[in-house]
């Protein structure tokens, strides 16, 4: 079975506003993220209104697939699977509204990755009957980086999740240093984190903090 670090960074550059553009941004935070220990990481951008285009979400891709080869570090690309192929990620993430994992599973083929955001435990059931490697599962805290939540998830569900499948669980939404002991308690194998890390002031503490922190745990 799939081992996952127990610290899953997602760089997302529309967290931070500093004028530079998405690209740079999103190199950036994977540097300091990946120098502070990382050994999976997570390139969200999402398109759309306001969002970022296609060509700078696969400029960003490549860019962090070569800084994470480096570093022997495993790249998930989010929702994009066209992306992830095109940049030669280790992986895809998907929610419930994307592709659907038997279809991602066909595109990505077995030597790749696929989790799947999951938010009840007939979700993760079916996606680990279609294929999944990993699901994400939450939101267990409320979060600024996405408005279009489902409700919180609380501990005692995850803990059921956990124990309805047998492949890992990485929690996500809100989740802070004060809250990973909690989460990884109730059954996380992996704690996602996005904005603890990339509005911290320095990311690469930040990274660090929180690796030893959810590996302690």
Same mark, same amino acid.
């Given at each position: 079975? $799939?081992? $996952?670090?127990?610290?899953?960074?997602?760089?997302?550059?529309?967290?931070?506003?500093?004028?530079? *553009?998405? &690209? *740079?941004?999103?190199?950036?935070?994977?540097?300091?993220?990946?120098?502070?220990?990382?050994?999976?990481?997570?390139?969200?951008?999402?398109?759309?209104?306001?969002?970022?285009?296609?060509?700078?979400?696969?400029?960003?891709?490549?860019? $962090?697939?070569?800084?994470?080869?480096?570093?022997?570090?495993?790249? =998930?690309?989010? *929702?994009? &699977?066209?992306?992830?192929?095109?940049?030669?990620?280790?992986?895809?993430?998907?929610?419930?509204?994307?592709?659907?994992?038997?279809?991602? @599973? @066909?595109?990505?083929?077995?030597?790749? $990755?696929?989790?799947?955001?999951?938010?009840? &435990?007939?979700?993760?059931?079916?996606?680990?009957?279609?294929?999944? *490697?990993?699901?994400?599962?939450?939101?267990?805290?409320?979060?600024?980086?996405?408005?279009?939540?489902?409700?919180?998830?609380?501990?005692?569900?995850?803990?059921?999740?956990?124990?309805?499948?047998?492949?890992?669980?990485?929690?996500?939404?809100? =989740?802070?240093?004060?809250?990973?002991?909690? &989460? @990884?308690?109730?059954?996380?194998?992996?704690?996602?984190?996005?904005?603890?890390?990339?509005?911290?002031?320095?990311?690469?503490?930040?990274?660090?903090?929180?690796?030893?922190?959810?590996?302690?745990?």
């Amino acid at each position: 079975m $799939l081992a $996952l670090p127990p610290l899953y960074p997602i760089v997302d550059p529309a967290v931070v506003r500093d004028g530079r *553009d998405p &690209v *740079d941004r999103a190199r950036s935070l994977a540097r300091a993220v990946l120098s502070g220990g990382a050994k999976i990481l997570q390139l969200r951008m999402k398109g759309g209104p306001g969002g970022a285009d296609a060509g700078d979400v696969l400029a960003a891709a490549k860019a $962090l697939r070569r800084l994470t080869r480096d570093a022997g570090c495993l790249f =998930i690309v989010n *929702d994009r &699977v066209d992306i992830a192929l095109l940049a030669d990620a280790d992986g895809v993430h998907v929610g419930q509204e994307d592709l659907p994992c038997v279809e991602v @599973r @066909r595109l990505v083929g077995s030597r790749r $990755l696929v989790g799947v955001s999951t938010h009840t &435990v007939d979700e993760a059931r079916a996606a680990e009957a279609d294929g999944a *490697d990993y699901i994400g599962f939450g939101p267990m805290y409320p979060t600024a980086t996405k408005t279009d939540t489902r409700p919180q998830r609380t501990l005692d569900l995850l803990s059921e999740v956990k124990a309805a499948v047998g492949i890992p669980l990485v929690a996500i939404g809100g =989740i802070t240093e004060a809250r990973i002991r909690d &989460v @990884r308690a109730a059954g996380a194998d992996s704690v996602a984190v996005i904005s603890a890390i990339m509005a911290a002031r320095d990311p690469a503490a930040a990274t660090r903090a929180l690796g030893r922190l959810a590996a302690a745990s």
